[in-house]
């Protein structure tokens, strides 16, 4: 069966330190793979996304970058965290290539998710 | 924004009632998910329904889908304790790239069942 592993749980770093979170999925290969954001209270919101090795497209202008070094390892960087990066980040994936009917549309399974204090 | 509406915002019915969430939305869609958070934790997939279905059921779940309308409905029957949640809709969009695809996620209703 497939699994995703999220880590830390918690972190808490000060302002300008920098930041790698990573994200690790067992048991599929080619998977998509997600990182999102979630404020308190608040939805998720789309950060990246790889449907590859290497292949990485970011959704939003930030602070962040994400990097895909293995087939099933998804990670998470900042060089300078900024108190505005303080949040709740998940990580995701879902089947790859053609999926679904070939739609590549398909349910997404999450990881538990860090919980990132800048202070 | 990239994300979807839901309503409502928040939700307290007592143990045994039916919840009903909404989620509209305004782009073009593959299939519409349905999602559960207990506080702190990841997301956990419910039920999805594609664009061409317009009802599906999962136990207590039942999912309505109007594209007409771009409008889909989350009916929890029979409520219980446990069923405390925020719930999400999020609409699958094709990217350009094959095989991909780009979950957008709503605000999310947060459920309250009261014992």
């Known amino acids: 069966s497939q699994t995703i592993h999220q880590w830390p749980a918690t972190l808490v770093q000060p302002v300008g330190s920098p930041l790698s979170l990573e994200c690790t999925v067992e048991?599929?290969?080619?998977?998509?793979l997600y990182w999102y954001r979630q404020a308190a209270g608040r939805g998720l919101q789309l950060l990246f996304y790889?449907?590859?090795?290497?292949?990485i497209s970011s959704e939003v202008p930030q602070n962040l970058s994400a990097s895909r070094p293995q087939d099933r390892q998804f990670i998470l960087s900042s060089k300078k965290l900024l108190l505005s990066d303080s949040g709740f980040y998940l990580c995701?994936?879902?089947?790859?290539?053609?999926?679904?009917?070939?739609?590549?549309?398909?349910?997404?399974?999450f990881g538990q998710g860090t919980r990132l204090t800048v202070v | 924004s990239q994300q979807g509406e839901e309503d409502p915002q928040a939700l307290s019915i007592q143990e045994g009632e039916n919840a009903t969430m909404n989620c509209s939305y305004k782009?073009?869609?593959?299939?519409l998910q349905w999602y559960r958070q207990n506080s702190g934790r990841g997301l956990v997939h419910l039920i999805l329904?594609?664009?061409?279905?317009r009802e599906k059921h999962s136990g207590r779940l039942r999912v309505t889908l109007d594209t007409s309308k771009k409008s889909s409905s989350l009916l929890i029957t029979a409520s219980r304790a446990a069923d405390t949640a925020s719930y999400f809709c999020?609409?699958?969009?094709?990217?350009?790239?094959?095989?991909?695809?780009?979950?957008?996620f709503g605000q999310g209703t947060r459920l309250t069942i009261n014992p």
């Open positions: 329904i594609r664009s061409n279905e």
């Open positions: 999020a609409r699958s969009e094709r990217y350009i790239i094959q095989g991909a695809q780009k979950l957008v």
């Open positions: 782009t073009s869609i593959n299939n």
């Open positions: 790889s449907v590859g090795i290497g292949q």
């Open positions: 048991g599929t290969s080619n998977p998509n």
């Open positions: 995701a994936w879902s089947v790859g290539g053609l999926g679904y009917r070939g739609l590549g549309s398909t349910e997404a399974f």
